[in-house]
């Protein structure tokens, strides 16, 4: 007869299956994605950049004046990414023709909201946005770049 330790084989099953998942990626491993992002081959100036992976998860990066982004912790896999970049003060004084023209204030602005975005409003919805990345597990340099 062979005599066991209970706690002995417990801590063996656990070492094991610990073991596994740190090879085999169980809980699912994460990445880090850093970069420049370009529209028509000069880097943007400000904007967001958005990711959404497989799972769903959203996470976003703001634009620094450099082009560069940073985003910490997507799950690995194909993930969609999204870019808005807009001039907002222009827009805003659009809005405030707009609302003043309405108030009796004049003819109002032309053209429509649209016309401030310096990005497509195709590449800033993750439902029709055709950029992506195969994100991988650890740091991983991915330049963006824009049509």
């Known amino acids: ?11 063996s099953i656990t070492g094991a299956v610990l073991g596994f998942c740190l090879v085999t990626g169980c809980g699912g491993s994460k990445g880090d994605l850093s970069g420049t992002v370009k529209h028509k081959g000069s880097p943007l100036k ?3 950049v958005t990711f ?5 998860k959203i996470f976003a990066s703001e634009i620094q004046p450099d082009g560069t982004y940073k985003v910490q912790g997507l799950r690995i896999g194909s993930t969609k990414v999204g870019v808005t970049c807009t001039d907002t003060e222009a ?12 108030k009796g204030g004049g003819g109002g602005p032309k053209g429509t909201p649209d016309q401030f975005l310096i990005v497509p409003r195709k590449y800033g919805d993750l439902s029709t946005t055709e950029l992506s990345v ?12 824009v049509p």
């Open 52 to 56: 959404q992976g497989a799972d769903g």
């Open 91 to 102: 827009e805003t004084k659009w809005f405030r023709d707009a609302s003043a023209a309405g």
């Open 1 to 11: 007869m062979i005599c066991i330790r209970q706690g002995a084989v417990r801590f």
């Open 46 to 48: 400000f904007g967001q």
């Open 134 to 145: 195969d994100v991988k597990g650890g740091a991983q340099v991915h330049n963006i770049d």
